[in-house]
Structure formats: C-alpha cells, structure tokens
C-alpha cells in the first residue's frame, strides 16, 4: 500500500539502490508462479532491509515468513562471516521455490529454512538474535514478540511489517477482524514494553523498528 503519491513513491525509488539482478528474477518467477504475489517484499522495502542488517552487522538473524524467499536475501546481505538466518514458514509448497534461490545465492549456506508453525519451532532455538524480522500471520504477532523477546540481544532489533495495515489500524474496528485487532494490540505492545524502544515507519504498510534496551 502506498500512503504517498505515486509519482513521488516512484522518485524514492528511482533514487534507491538497485536491487541485485538475482532478487529481480526472483520477483519475476513469484509474480509468473505463486499466489499473492504482493506479499514480496520488493525493490524498495528489500533495500531498506538490507541496509538496516548491514548496520547491524548480525551474527544470527531470525526470519518469521518467508514467502518466496526475497526479504531473507535481503536481510543475508548483513550477515557477518560464518553467521546464520533462520527463516520459518508453514506453507510447504514454497520450500524449493526458496531453497532454488538461497542455493544460487552467495549466502546459501548461512540460510536455514524451517518448515512448520513458528509457534512450535522458535523456542526449540538454542542461538540469541541480533536481528528479528517478523512477517507473518498477523494474529500471532502478539504471541511471535513474547517468544523472541528473551531471545533477543540486548541491542538487537525487530523490525515488524504490516503494521499498518492497509490503514485499517485507524478505522473504526470490526471485532469479527481478528487480524486488524492483533495488529493494534501489537503496536500498542510495541510501544509500552519497557524492554524495548519502538519507532514505527510510514514505510509501505507499515514497518516498525523495535530495539531491545
């Protein structure tokens, strides 16, 4: 969603860095073969994601959603020498549509692909993460930020997308909507723990940053 005029959403991003070419035929191949394409990441949000992990600079970086793989390369390209990205899924179908892409990538052995319900795989991690993206099914963000926070470095750094929610946090709520309703208890949470300090970035449909103090 774009919350700024089109021609100037399209400035910002003709003066972003390029993306890498294997990120574009990634984007092509999601666009040709798989449902929702929308939900990649993108040209411009990828390289947000990109330079947010190169300033950090993680060793561990933990991946809740991974589509068709797109935000993972992105966030891989901070990676430090010998550091690992754990990146969970549930949809099984995708699993060689990613692993296709992590494998052609310079960063292949580094990723790790998870299939299953984050829920049930994150506290079977015995690693700490300097680097937390969040990307998933809304309705279990809440629970996704009780599970990683503990596991979270102390200066480490969630970034949460989605959250705004196609503007839908600032209408008037459907208690039938069980998604919009975890997002806006989500970034309330966000904003009062005291573990951690929060901005939250107009930036496509929301992208909040979160760090642990």
């Known amino acids: 969603m774009h919350f700024i005029p089109q021609e100037l959403d399209d400035y910002v991003v003709k003066h972003t860095e390029d993306e890498p070419e294997l990120l574009k035929q990634l984007t092509r191949e999601t666009y040709q073969k798989i449902l929702q394409p929308r939900m990649l990441s993108g040209h411009y949000q990828g390289r947000i994601l990109s330079m947010i992990s190169k300033l950090i600079h993680p060793k561990n970086i933990l991946e809740i959603g991974t589509y068709t793989g797109y935000s993972a390369l992105c966030l891989a390209e901070g990676l430090q020498k010998g550091g690992s990205l754990h990146t969970i899924d549930v949809n099984e179908e995708l699993y060689d549509f990613q692993k296709k892409y992590f494998d052609a990538s310079e960063f292949g052995p580094q990723i790790h692909q998870y299939l299953g319900s984050a829920i049930d795989i994150i506290p ?15 309705e279990n963000y809440p629970n996704y930020f009780n599970l990683i926070v503990d596991r979270l470095k102390s200066g480490g750094v969630i970034l949460s997308d989605n959250v705004l929610w196609s503007g839908k946090v600032i209408e008037p709520l459907n208690h039938k909507d069980k998604s919009t309703k ?18 939250l970035l107009s930036v496509r449909d929301g992208l909040t940053i979160s760090r642990k103090k």
């Not at 079977?124 to 809304?138: G, M, N, P, Q, R």
């Open 182 to 199: 975890a997002v806006l208890e989500y970034n309330t949470l966000l904003k009062e723990d005291p573990r951690i300090e929060t901005v």
């Open 124 to 138: 079977e991690f015995k690693e700490t993460f300097d680097l937390v993206f969040i990307d998933a099914d809304k």
